[in-house]
Structure formats: C-alpha cells, structure tokens
C-alpha cells in the first residue's frame, strides 16, 4: 500500500512518476472484477475463485488458504446451484434479493481481500471492503431495482429472463476476470458509473415528484 501511496504522492506533486509493482496492479484489477461479479451472483464469483485457487490460477494470500480447500469447493458449488435455481421461483427471487445485497457485500470483500497477496492483513481488508465490497453493491442494487421493474411491468413473467442473464453475467465476467482481469475491470469500471448515474436520475425524478 505505500508502494501506491508513494506513487501518487511523487506523481502530483513532484511530477517524477515512480515505478510500482505490477502484481499490486494486477491484484487490483482482479479483486474489482471478481468481486463485482458477486453483485451478479454470490456464490458464481467465490466458486470461480475457489476452483482457480486450488488449481494454481489465482495466487491467494496466505490468511486465505481455506478458500481453495476441497471443502470450500464443495460448499460453493452447492450453493451457487442452489442459488441460481432460487432464482427461478416466482416471489422467492425478489425475497432472495433483500437479502443478497449484504450477502454480496460480504462475498466481493472476501475475494478482493483475498487477491492483495503483497499487502499485509489491515490493508488487504481496508481496500477489500472498499474496492470489492463496493462494487458488488452496487451492482447488486442495480439488479434488485431492475428486478423490481420487471416484476411491476412484466407480472414476473420476465424475471426468469433477467435471472439466467445474471447467472450468465456472474459466470462469464467471473471467467473473464481470471483471463483478462484489466479489461473485466474496465468494463466493470464503466458499469458502476452506469449504475450510479442511472440510479442518481431515478433518485432525482423522484424528489421532483
């Protein structure tokens, strides 16, 4: 972390670029994609980085050698199934959506902490709640809101639509995030400020209401 500290410090004020590790870059880039896939589906993401843990893919951090264990991997597949099939029941998919924004909060902390192999403990969940955490929020509100809209226009009928795309969303970027981490994270960037910007229109045609 004072490795990025540094760096912008000498950046803005000194205008003398400093090198940085790349691997705190890279670990940043899949914390934020990973992570935000969570906003998706919960348990897609930390399954995905299970599996990828245990074969070598994902290099963790050493507090976070339970998250490739066979156990996990057992546990998250359960789960993850379990989860997508919930979403598939009418009413029980707007029910499971009060809930997940926690859940997926908690879930995005956990991966993108678990991917700062180069910071210590303190930092390694200071930047996972914000940068992972955050993210899944977001995304995760974003998709409870446009759950709710499909629910009030389309009776239900739509929502098994919105939840096989956001299964697929959860899968894919989950994928996407291992192979390409730097793009997933730009294409995650972009959909946050999405969000936020769409959600801040909502916010103001409602107070003008």
């Known amino acids: 972390m004072k490795d990025i500290v540094w760096y ?3 950046y803005f004020y000194i205008k003398k670029p400093m090198s940085i590790d790349p691997q705190i870059i890279i670990s940043l880039a899949l914390g934020l994609g990973l992570s935000a896939c969570c906003g998706f589906r919960v348990f897609i993401p930390l399954l995905a980085a299970s599996v990828a843990g245990h074969m070598g893919w994902l290099p963790l951090a050493a ?6 264990s066979i156990p996990a991997i057992i546990c998250f597949s359960t789960a993850a199934v379990l989860e997508v099939l919930a979403y598939y029941i009418p009413v029980v998919d707007n029910f499971l959506d009060t809930i997940a924004t926690p859940s997926a909060v908690i879930a995005g902390s956990v991966i993108s902490a678990s991917t700062f192999v180069h910071l210590d403990p303190s930092w390694q969940w200071i930047l996972g709640i914000i940068l992972g955490g955050g993210s899944a929020g ?3 509100t974003g998709t409870a809101m446009t759950r709710l809209g499909s629910t009030k226009a389309t009776a239900g009928t739509g929502n098994h639509i919105l939840a096989t795309g956001e299964a697929a969303a959860a899968a894919g970027g989950s994928i996407l995030a291992l192979l390409f981490p730097f793009m997933m994270a730009l294409v995650i ?3 946050l400020l999405l969000i936020l ?3 801040s229109k909502l ?3 409602k107070a003008s209401n």
Do not use: H, T, V
Request: some cysteine; charged content about 10%; glycine content about 14%.
């Open 138 to 140: 977001i995304i995760q």
């Open 197 to 199: 910007y769409l959600g």
């Open 189 to 191: 960037i972009a959909l």
């Open 8 to 10: 912008l410090f000498c």
């Open 63 to 68: 507090n976070f050698g339970w998250l490739d």
């Open 203 to 205: 916010m103001g045609k």
